[in-house]
C-alpha cells in the first residue's frame, strides 16, 4: 500500500478533513486497514500542522480518498523538508547541545561527536528515504536526557513525556528514566526533598499526558480506542524480517504457529524483564549520569530483541542512546552502529536505497575512524572492560587475551556483513527459499546484538568495582 511514505501522507489527509474524534476510529472516510492512525497525539498533531502547510501548496495532496497513492517529485520534496525542518528544530539542537555538555574533552572532539551523531546512516536513511519522523521523538527523547542528566528533572521528564506521546515505541527508554529519577529522589531522601521532587515529577507526567491526550478524554470509548491502536497485540509476536530472538528463533521452531497468543505475550513480557532488571535495579540503587546512559542503551535493546511486536526500525530507539556514548567506547559504539545499519538492510533494498546505503555507511565509518582514532583505542580500558577482565584472572590468570577477541570479531563482523550485502544484492535466493537472505541479515544481526547485550550489561554491571579502583589509585 505505498509503503511509510504513502502512511505519513495519508495521515495529513485524515486529521485535516475529518474531525478529530474520528482520527482513530474506522469509517467510511478512515478505513483503518489503509494505514490507520496507530501513534499517540502528538504525532496526530504533527501530521495535521504539515497538513495545512500541504494545503496551502497544493490541495490535491491531501485531497479526502483522491489523494492516495499520490506521488510527485514536488510532494516527495515537501515531504522530505519536513523531516529536515523536524531536525532544524527539534534533533539537531539536541545533538549539538548534547556534545557542548560533554565534559574532559577538547572543543575539536566535540564538534567531530556530534558530526558522528549526526552522521548516523540510520535515522538518516529511514527518515528521508524510507520515510519518518523518527528523529522527533528521538531528539525529545535527547532534550530528557539532557534534562536530566543536568538536574533539570522536571524540563526532562516533560520533554521525555512529549517523546512518548509522539511515538509510543520510546517507552523502551522509559524504565531508565524511571529509574534514574526514583534513585535520584532516594539519594535525597523520600522524607524530606527526595518526597517532594517525587511529587513534582508526579504531577508533571500527569499535566503533560493530560494536556495531550485531552481531546480524547472526554469519551470512555475515544481513549480505549486510541490505545487499541496504540498497542495492537493482535499482529502477533513480530512483523516481517526483524532481528530479535524470536523471529531469529522462528527459523529453527515457528513459535507464532506452535505457542498460543496469549503465552507469547508472557514469555516475550518475562524475557524482557528479566534481562532489563540487573540494569535497572543498578541504577536505582546507584544513580548516575553514565549508568543513566548505558542504562537506556541497555533497556532498549533488552526490549528490542525480546519484547512483543518489534519492527526492524525499533533498532533506532537503541542507536540513540549508544550515540550518546560514542566519545566513551567509540570502537565498540562505531560498531554496533554499523550493524544497526545493516540489521535493516530487507528494509532498505525493498525501498531501493542501496546507493544511498552504501554512501551514508561509508561517509559515517570514515568520520568514526579519523575523529576518534577507533582503532588504536581497543585496549581493556579504553573497552571499558578493564575491572571485568580483572575480576575473570582472579580465577583465570591466562585471560589476558579479550581486547584481541574483540578486535578478531569486529574483522570478522565486517566481512561477514559485506559479503551478505553484496550476495543479497547480486544473487537471487533459491526459489524454495525467497527469504534466504533476509532470514540471513537477521540472524547474523541477532548474534551481533545479544553479543553487545552482554557487553554493555557488563559494563554496568562492573562499573562500581571500576569507581573504587579508580578511588585506591588517587
Known amino acids: 500500500m505505498f509503503g511509510d511514505y504513502e502512511a505519513q501522507r495519508h495521515w495529513q489527509e485524515i486529521t485535516f478533513n475529518l474531525p478529530i474524534k474520528q482520527w482513530y476510529f474506522n469509517s467510511s472516510d478512515n478505513n483503518l486497514q489503509y494505514w490507520g ?50 531536525d532544524l528544530l527539534i534533533y539537531i539542537p539536541a545533538v549539538v547541545l548534547y556534545c557542548c555538555c560533554l565534559k574532559e574533552i577538547s572543543t575539536k572532539k566535540k564538534v567531530a561527536n556530534a558530526l558522528c551523531i549526526l552522521l548516523y546512516p540510520g535515522l538518516i536513511l529511514i527518515d528521508y528515504g524510507h520515510f519518518q519522523y523518527n528523529s522527533v521523538s528521538l531528539g525529545f527523547a535527547l532534550w530528557g536526557v539532557l534534562g536530566v542528566s543536568c538536574d ?44 517532594v521532587l517525587l511529587i513534582k515529577l508526579a504531577c508533571t507526567v500527569v499535566a503533560s499526558f493530560i494536556l495531550c491526550w485531552l481531546p480524547f478524554c472526554t469519551e470512555r470509548e475515544q481513549t480505549l480506542q486510541v490505545l487499541r491502536r496504540l498497542f495492537p497485540v493482535d499482529r502477533g509476536l513480530f512483523e516481517d524480517k526483524v532481528a530479535n530472538i524470536w523471529c531469529s528463533f522462528s527459523i529453527f521452531l515457528k513459535i507464532k504457529e506452535i505457542l498460543p497468543h496469549h503465552f507469547q505475550i508472557i514469555i516475550s513480557f518475562c524475557f524482557t524483564f528479566l534481562s532489563l ?20 542503551v541497555s533497556c532498549a535493546l533488552s526490549f528490542f530483541l525480546f519484547s512483543f511486536q518489534v519492527h526492524e526500525k525499533s533498532i ?114 533459491p526459489q524454495k527459499l525467497p527469504d534466504l537472505f533476509s532470514v540471513l541479515v537477521c ?24 569507581g573504587r579502583n579508580q578511588k585506591k589509585i588517587n
Not at 532488571?277 to 543513566?292: E, R, Y
Not at 554493555?456 to 554491571?461: R, W
Open 37 to 86: 492512525l496507530d501513534y499517540p497525539p502528538l504525532t496526530a498533531y504533527h501530521s495535521l500542522l504539515c497538513a495545512y502547510v500541504a494545503k496551502f501548496i497544493n490541495p490535491d495532496w491531501i485531497a479526502l480518498h483522491t489523494s492516495r497513492g499520490y506521488e510527485s517529485q514536488a510532494h516527495k520534496l515537501f515531504m522530505r523538508t519536513t523531516v529536515l525542518i523536524a
Open 152 to 195: 533539570w528533572d522536571l524540563l526532562g521528564s516533560l520533554a521525555f513525556c512529549l517523546a512518548i506521546n509522539y511515538k509510543q515505541m520510546e517507552l523502551y527508554h522509559s524504565l531508565p528514566f524511571f529509574c534514574f529519577l526514583l534513585g535520584k529522589c532516594f539519594k535525597k531522601g523520600l522524607k524530606g526533598k527526595g518526597f
Open 277 to 296: 532488571l540487573p540494569a535497572c535495579v543498578k541504577l536505582t540503587l546507584q544513580p548516575s549520569s553514565k549508568g543513566f546512559r548505558f542504562t537506556l
Open 316 to 429: 533506532l530507539l537503541v542507536s540513540l542512546p549508544v550515540c550518546l556514548v560514542l566519545s566513551e567506547i567509540p570502537f565498540m559504539s562505531t560498531w554496533f552502529l554499523l550493524v544497526s545499519t545493516f540489521s535493516m538492510l530487507p528494509l532498505l533494498l525493498k525501498d531501493e536505497l542501496l546507493m544511498p546505503l552504501v554512501v551514508t555507511t561509508i561517509a559515517f565509518f570514515i568520520a568514526c575512524a579519523t575523529s576518534f582514532s577507533i582503532f588504536e583505542k581497543t585496549s581493556e580500558e579504553e573497552l571499558q572492560l578493564k575491572s571485568f577482565s580483572l575480576s575473570v584472572r582472579k580465577y583465570l590468570p591466562c585471560f589476558t587475551f579479550l581486547s584481541r577477541i574483540i578486535q578478531y570479531l569486529f574483522l570478522i563482523s565486517v566481512i561477514t556483513m559485506v559479503l551478505l550485502t553484496l550476495i543479497t544484492v547480486t544473487l537471487d535466493p
Open 443 to 466: 540472524f547474523v544481526s541477532c548474534l551481533h546484538f545479544l553479543f553487545f547485550l552482554v557487553y554493555f550489561n557488563i559494563i554496568i554491571m562492573w562499573d562500581s568495582k571500576s
